[in-house]
């Protein structure tokens, strides 16, 4: 989507001299990346500002891609489905603030606990076109576990002093994240039946 406007970019700085013709991969990747987060972050604003929701949604967005950043999880095949699946999570988050039914709050609280023995046991999830080194294993491991520990926290102290912003933004960003992860593993074992049919366990 916005491939074209980061490949635009990225021969103009070539051709200014800003950057060199053989880096010039590297910053439209980086281009590519930083328009598609702020676009997304553009619209978390409209809708935000649009439903009265700004505090929420900018703490929502703020923990849920601290998380995700590090724990990894399913990544969507096109980045227009990514952005509209994104979209939905968020929208799905302002519907349980919105309503704030005690069934939600107990709803979520459970599947905030899950996630995070989920987080615990398989972060991070890496991608298979972006495979990650041992080193970045432990260090991405050790970063999910400690965010997702303060996020349970979070959660459990805003619970009680009945702050909703904290509590839905920390529990349901836990529970997205996980479910993303989730998704991410059945992915796994797809690839692994498609490689290995003969398998009885597939």
Do not use: W
């Amino acid at each position: 989507m916005f491939e074209n406007i980061a490949d635009d970019l990225s021969i103009m700085l070539v051709e200014k001299g800003i950057i060199k013709p053989e880096n010039r991969e590297f910053y439209f990747y980086g281009l590519h990346l930083a328009i598609s987060k702020l676009f997304f972050f553009l619209v978390i604003l409209v809708i935000s500002l649009f439903t009265k929701s700004f505090l929420v949604s900018m703490t929502f967005v703020f923990m849920y891609s601290a998380i995700r950043q590090f724990s990894g999880g399913h990544h969507c095949r096109s980045e227009v489905s990514c952005f509209f699946v994104s979209i939905l999570l968020y929208l799905v988050m302002l519907l349980f603030y919105d309503i704030d039914t005690h069934e939600g709050r107990v709803f979520l609280c459970i599947a905030a606990f899950v996630s995070v023995l989920l987080i615990l046991i398989f972060s991070p999830v890496e991608h298979k076109n972006k495979p990650l080194s041992v080193v970045e294993r432990r260090k991405y491991g050790i970063i999910s576990k400690i965010i997702a520990g303060i996020l349970a926290i979070i959660m459990c102290v805003s619970l009680l002093l009945n702050i909703n912003i904290l509590f839905y933004s920390s529990s349901y960003a836990l529970t997205a994240d996980a479910v993303l992860i989730i998704l991410a593993l059945k992915g796994v074992k797809h690839r692994e039946c498609d490689s290995e049919s003969d398998s009885s366990d597939c």
